[in-house]
């Protein structure tokens, strides 16, 4: 056994791994990134059929009906379009990586700013450049002296907790809050705010709503589900697309209103495992009874996209499933606009790569959504696999027919350019008061009240009111995900002019009320107060990032805790501000309150928690609580998909849970903290057996360059990594360092992934090794996370010497040896890489974490 001290491993290598774009998790740079992993991890063969019964879907009466006048058009419209103009029409790029000249050129029907992209490339771009950009995209696309023909594009945004992305902009609380709402007729307003905040921009489309109903919360898209049950999701779809779109029969697609986008079609909320983009293997009737309900809902209230899921249905991708997309969703429902990917979504086929898919286009997809420089091999592919007869020129009609359909009812061929339409520019309407009124309003209803002893709430604001954790003035946290940037990190309250934090709130009603009040984030106060308020939860994330393996708060890091119990010990009275973005078990932290909200993300109006956590001078309530809960709350950290009408449901607290003033009390302070664990934790994580494990995939690096591996043979400068029979074909890797520079192979996913369970379980990292040429310097065993400084290495130099050449043997490391060193297991992107500067050969096969082994490994740091 060879042991290392802390710290005693750490590399004279460069980080290998901290590569650019390939090696980030940026918020905003590289959403794109996030295709690469999958594109290399999908089988390369489809699924054997399952039987379908049709009989389940029903026909829909749609309330927008095809207008004969519009028929028409289309039809003259098709007749004179090139088919190189109409697979324009079904290419949408994105802003970065588009200009206004290939727009002109090529006449794209559509385009779209991904999550932490801007206009210039500036996160402080102005309500003007937004507009600017979207007439000068406009103006190119009617431009026909480079494509021949005059075709507006339409603009598409994630808009999803009001106009997101622009500075400014009211943002409402995220979906997970309006479902414990409950208040349909305040979703169509906050809908119809948000729309018309969008129109400002020059924006015809929005990327909403979400109508997934999620049933394991460990998902990191929970937030973005209204409940877990469908009926809500039914309604509040209906409610989003009238006021996104206005009622069919009233202001349809009017001078305030956008195209809305139900998504995404369908079952993404029912992944085994709250998986992220994973597979959905509920049965047909349960797919339409709980994961369909909100196409029922947003589909009959005209909405006219659709965006096709990443996840998979009974292990065939939905983005290439024509059951679902053409006989279930256009045929036997009826509906007749279009359906757009998601980012890059058709590059999960089997058989597709992000710039060569006819199977998803023949499967019933009508726009694909390609981020990144795909866009262009794209476009010529998709033309000569029309030609060469393998996409029917048929299909390339109807995808455009529905695109154009949309387009003519949206009146995009009649309607000003973006900057010369009623409310565009019009910046009083970006974060208006009135707007910013209702977004309030949406927070006082959103709350919900868990524990109140004693009736400690409302608390007067005549009195001396401390305000701690690191929530309590922080907008960005509060806000969420899909803030401003993608995952919503890196802002601060600068970022949010308008906006109030919940201090803010606090700190406006106690003033004018004659009270005291102090901030105090880390707990420290200068005066004792009378009541603690403690404002902490979940920091922001988005899709892949919030991925989780159970439901425990703040797993292994009690910081929280700790502040609670801190007040507790020294006599104050706590009142707990829960932010986050799904249920947790939080057991521990409840015993340590008085009274506990779960404030969900509440977004830009902070002010909403004042208003009801406060009484007026007089100690007269000003708002109770309304709030109930839309998702139960669990009893353990591994009751991750308990759910209304379940069998055995036993939560902590049942669906529809909420106290208001006055009520008893239910929660003692006794609740079990013992912290649960799965069935199955002490099984091994394989990462590698014959080939990479999702969501991993093997990485190349060679100084500078990296490479994904999708052949049997990659070589870059440094490094050649190929196939090589072990005990049965290509179950091994050989790699073969040529030491010119630095190199290295990893396996390595473009999201972070929970590995808490393996430190807590005592794992070790072990892989069988044969050494085929020895080492002419260290070699180093990384692991790296998302977080700046977080590429760990252990020295194997040692271990690998002493092996016998060309001998199978087991390497074993202790997990503690990159736990020591800062490695944050909750947020791992590289579990396994290998990497030296000298030369040498070495194979692998069968790299695992194995739990019970750490403390009798090879290498072990104890």
């Given at each position: 056994?060879?042991?290392?001290?802390?710290?005693?491993?750490?590399?004279?290598?460069?980080?290998?791994?901290?590569?650019?774009?390939?090696?980030?998790?940026?918020?905003?740079?590289?959403?794109?990134?996030?295709?690469?992993?999958?594109?290399?991890?999908?089988?390369?063969?489809?699924?054997?059929?399952?039987?379908?019964?049709?009989?389940?879907?029903?026909?829909?009466?749609?309330?927008?009906?095809?207008?004969?006048?519009?028929?028409?058009?289309?039809?003259?419209?098709?007749?004179?379009?090139?088919?190189?103009?109409?697979?324009?029409?079904?290419?949408?790029?994105?802003?970065?990586?588009?200009?206004?000249?290939?727009?002109?050129?090529?006449?794209?029907?559509?385009?779209?700013?991904?999550?932490?992209?801007?206009?210039?490339?500036?996160?402080?771009?102005?309500?003007?450049?937004?507009?600017?950009?979207?007439?000068?995209?406009?103006?190119?696309?009617?431009?026909?002296?480079?494509?021949?023909?005059?075709?507006?594009?339409?603009?598409?945004?994630?808009?999803?907790?009001?106009?997101?992305?622009?500075?400014?902009?009211?943002?409402?609380?995220?979906?997970?809050?309006?479902?414990?709402?409950?208040?349909?007729?305040?979703?169509?307003?906050?809908?119809?705010?948000?729309?018309?905040?969008?129109?400002?921009?020059?924006?015809?489309?929005?990327?909403?709503?979400?109508?997934?109903?999620?049933?394991?919360?460990?998902?990191?898209?929970?937030?973005?589900?209204?409940?877990?049950?469908?009926?809500?999701?039914?309604?509040?779809?209906?409610?989003?697309?009238?006021?996104?779109?206005?009622?069919?029969?009233?202001?349809?697609?009017?001078?305030?209103?956008?195209?809305?986008?139900?998504?995404?079609?369908?079952?993404?909320?029912?992944?085994?495992?709250?998986?992220?983009?994973?597979?959905?293997?509920?049965?047909?009737?349960?797919?339409?009874?709980?994961?369909?309900?909100?196409?029922?809902?947003?589909?009959?209230?005209?909405?006219?996209?659709?965006?096709?899921?990443?996840?998979?249905?009974?292990?065939?991708?939905?983005?290439?499933?024509?059951?679902?997309?053409?006989?279930?969703?256009?045929?036997?429902?009826?509906?007749?606009?279009?359906?757009?990917?998601?980012?890059?979504?058709?590059?999960?086929?089997?058989?597709?790569?992000?710039?060569?898919?006819?199977?998803?286009?023949?499967?019933?997809?009508?726009?694909?959504?390609?981020?990144?420089?795909?866009?262009?091999?794209?476009?010529?592919?998709?033309?000569?696999?029309?030609?060469?007869?393998?996409?029917?020129?048929?299909?390339?009609?109807?995808?455009?027919?529905?695109?154009?359909?949309?387009?003519?009812?949206?009146?995009?061929?009649?309607?000003?350019?973006?900057?010369?339409?009623?409310?565009?520019?019009?910046?009083?309407?970006?974060?208006?008061?009135?707007?910013?009124?209702?977004?309030?309003?949406?927070?006082?209803?959103?709350?919900?009240?868990?524990?109140?002893?004693?009736?400690?709430?409302?608390?007067?604001?005549?009195?001396?009111?401390?305000?701690?954790?690191?929530?309590?003035?922080?907008?960005?946290?509060?806000?969420?995900?899909?803030?401003?940037?993608?995952?919503?990190?890196?802002?601060?309250?600068?970022?949010?002019?308008?906006?109030?934090?919940?201090?803010?709130?606090?700190?406006?009603?106690?003033?004018?009320?004659?009270?005291?009040?102090?901030?105090?984030?880390?707990?420290?106060?200068?005066?004792?107060?009378?009541?603690?308020?403690?404002?902490?939860?979940?920091?922001?994330?988005?899709?892949?990032?919030?991925?989780?393996?159970?439901?425990?708060?703040?797993?292994?890091?009690?910081?929280?805790?700790?502040?609670?119990?801190?007040?507790?010990?020294?006599?104050?009275?706590?009142?707990?501000?829960?932010?986050?973005?799904r249920p947790m078990w939080v057991n521990?932290?409840?015993?340590?309150?008085?009274?506990?909200?779960?404030?969900?993300?509440?977004?830009?109006?902070?002010?909403?928690?004042?208003?009801?956590?406060?009484?007026?001078?007089?100690?007269?309530?000003?708002?109770?609580?309304?709030?109930?809960?839309?998702?139960?709350?669990?009893?353990?950290?591994?009751?991750?998909?308990?759910?209304?009408?379940?069998?055995?449901?036993?939560?902590?607290?049942?669906?529809?849970?909420?106290?208001?003033?006055?009520?008893?009390?239910?929660?003692?302070?006794?609740?079990?903290?013992?912290?649960?664990?799965?069935?199955?934790?002490?099984?091994?994580?394989?990462?590698?057996?014959?080939?990479?494990?999702?969501?991993?995939?093997?990485?190349?690096?060679?100084?500078?360059?990296?490479?994904?591996?999708?052949?049997?043979?990659?070589?870059?400068?440094?490094?050649?990594?190929?196939?090589?029979?072990?005990?049965?074909?290509?179950?091994?890797?050989?790699?073969?360092?040529?030491?010119?520079?630095?190199?290295?192979?990893?396996?390595?996913?473009?999201?972070?992934?929970?590995?808490?369970?393996?430190?807590?379980?005592?794992?070790?990292?072990?892989?069988?090794v044969r050494k085929d040429q020895e080492?002419?310097?260290?070699?180093?065993?990384?692991?790296?996370?998302?977080?700046?400084?977080?590429?760990?290495?252990?020295?194997?130099?040692?271990?690998?010497?002493?092996?016998?050449?060309?001998?199978?043997?087991?390497?074993?490391?202790?997990?503690?040896?990159?736990?020591?060193?800062?490695?944050?297991?909750?947020?791992v992107t590289v579990p396994f890489g290998?990497?030296?500067?000298?030369?040498?050969?070495?194979?692998?096969?069968?790299?695992?974490?194995?739990?019970?082994?750490?403390?009798?490994?090879?290498?072990?740091?104890?």
């Amino acid at each position: 056994m060879t042991t290392l001290k802390k710290h005693e491993n750490k590399s004279r290598l460069a980080s290998l791994l901290v590569l650019g774009a390939t090696s980030t998790l940026m918020v905003g740079c590289n959403q794109a990134d996030k295709q690469a992993v999958a594109e290399q991890q999908v089988p390369q063969s489809k699924p054997a059929a399952m039987e379908h019964n049709i009989d389940v879907w029903p026909e829909l009466d749609l309330p927008v009906k095809k207008d004969p006048e519009i028929e028409q058009k289309i039809s003259e419209y098709l007749a004179k379009m090139t088919l190189e103009q109409k697979v324009a029409q079904m290419i949408q790029p994105e802003i970065r990586d588009i200009t206004v000249e290939d727009m002109r050129k090529y006449g794209f029907g559509s385009f779209l700013n991904g999550g932490g992209a801007f206009p210039n490339n500036d996160k402080h771009a102005t309500p003007a450049d937004w507009i600017k950009l979207a007439e000068d995209m406009y103006q190119a696309s009617v431009d026909d002296s480079a494509d021949g023909i005059a075709i507006p594009t339409m603009w598409g945004t994630d808009a999803v907790h009001g106009h997101n992305n622009v500075i400014g902009a009211t943002l409402f609380p995220h979906n997970i809050g309006l479902g414990a709402a409950n208040n349909a007729e305040l979703l169509e307003e906050i809908a119809a705010i948000t729309a018309t905040e969008v129109m400002v921009t020059g924006i015809d489309w929005v990327f909403a709503p979400t109508v997934a109903v999620v049933r394991d919360d460990r998902w990191g898209r929970t937030y973005e589900g209204y409940s877990e049950d469908p009926e809500i999701v039914r309604e509040y779809s209906a409610a989003i697309v009238r006021g996104l779109q206005g009622a069919a029969d009233k202001d349809f697609l009017g001078d305030s209103r956008v195209i809305s986008t139900v998504k995404h079609f369908v079952g993404d909320g029912g992944t085994i495992d709250g998986d992220d983009q994973g597979n959905n293997i509920a049965s047909e009737q349960e797919l339409f009874d709980i994961h369909a309900q909100g196409y029922v809902g947003g589909l009959s209230a005209g909405s006219q996209s659709v965006m096709a899921s990443f996840n998979s249905w009974h292990g065939e991708k939905n983005h290439g499933n024509r059951y679902l997309l053409t006989d279930v969703l256009k045929d036997k429902m009826g509906f007749d606009g279009f359906v757009v990917g998601d980012w890059n979504g058709h590059g999960q086929i089997p058989g597709c790569t992000n710039d060569n898919c006819s199977q998803t286009i023949n499967a019933g997809l009508d726009i694909f959504m390609v981020p990144t420089d795909a866009w262009k091999p794209l476009y010529e592919n998709t033309i000569a696999q029309v030609k060469s007869g393998e996409i029917p020129m048929s299909r390339i009609d109807d995808a455009v027919s529905r695109i154009l359909r949309v387009k003519l009812r949206a009146g995009l061929f009649d309607k000003p350019s973006p900057a010369n339409r009623p409310v565009s520019g019009k910046l009083e309407l970006i974060g208006a008061a009135e707007h910013r009124a209702v977004a309030r309003q949406a927070v006082r209803e959103s709350l919900v009240l868990l524990k109140n002893k004693d009736n400690l709430l409302p608390l007067n604001p005549t009195k001396k009111i401390l305000l701690a954790g690191d929530g309590a003035d922080n907008i960005g946290k509060q806000s969420g995900g899909w803030t401003i940037t993608w995952q919503g990190t890196g802002n601060t309250n600068a970022d949010f002019p308008g906006g109030t934090s919940i201090y803010g709130g606090f700190e406006q009603a106690v003033n004018a009320a004659g009270g005291e009040i102090e901030l105090a984030a880390d707990g420290n106060y200068k005066a004792k107060p009378d009541v603690a308020v403690v404002v902490f939860g979940e920091e922001p994330y988005a899709e892949g990032i919030g991925d989780i393996d159970n439901l425990e708060y703040q797993r292994g890091n009690k910081k929280d805790l700790a502040l609670l119990q801190k007040f507790k010990a020294e006599g104050i009275p706590v009142v707990s501000v829960f932010i986050s973005g799904r249920p947790m078990w939080v057991n521990a932290e409840l015993n340590a309150s008085d009274a506990f909200v779960a404030v969900w993300l509440p977004g830009s109006e902070g002010q909403g928690v004042a208003d009801v956590l406060l009484t007026d001078a007089d100690g007269n309530a000003q708002h109770d609580f309304v709030g109930k809960l839309s998702f139960s709350w669990p009893k353990s950290a591994t009751q991750t998909t308990v759910n209304r009408n379940d069998e055995n449901y036993d939560p902590l607290l049942p669906y529809g849970f909420g106290l208001k003033y006055g009520d008893n009390n239910v929660l003692a302070d006794d609740l079990d903290e013992t912290v649960a664990k799965f069935a199955d934790a002490d099984q091994p994580l394989v990462l590698f057996e014959h080939a990479a494990k999702a969501p991993w995939a093997l990485t190349l690096v060679s100084g500078n360059n990296t490479s994904g591996v999708n052949s049997s043979i990659v070589e870059l400068d440094s490094i050649k990594l190929q196939t090589m029979d072990k005990d049965v074909q290509e179950d091994a890797r050989t790699i073969t360092f040529a030491g010119k520079e630095t190199a290295a192979v990893a396996l390595r996913s473009n999201f972070v992934e929970d590995l808490r369970n393996y430190t807590e379980n005592d794992s070790a990292l072990t892989l069988l090794v044969r050494k085929d040429q020895e080492f002419s310097d260290s070699v180093f065993l990384e692991m790296r996370c998302d977080e700046s400084d977080c590429n760990k290495q252990v020295d194997i130099t040692s271990a690998i010497k002493g092996f016998t050449i060309h001998e199978w043997q087991e390497l074993t490391v202790d997990l503690q040896c990159f736990s020591q060193q800062g490695l944050n297991f909750a947020r791992v992107t590289v579990p396994f890489g290998i990497a030296t500067q000298g030369s040498g050969v070495v194979s692998f096969a069968k790299i695992r974490m194995v739990p019970n082994q750490g403390e009798t490994a090879k290498i072990t740091c104890r």
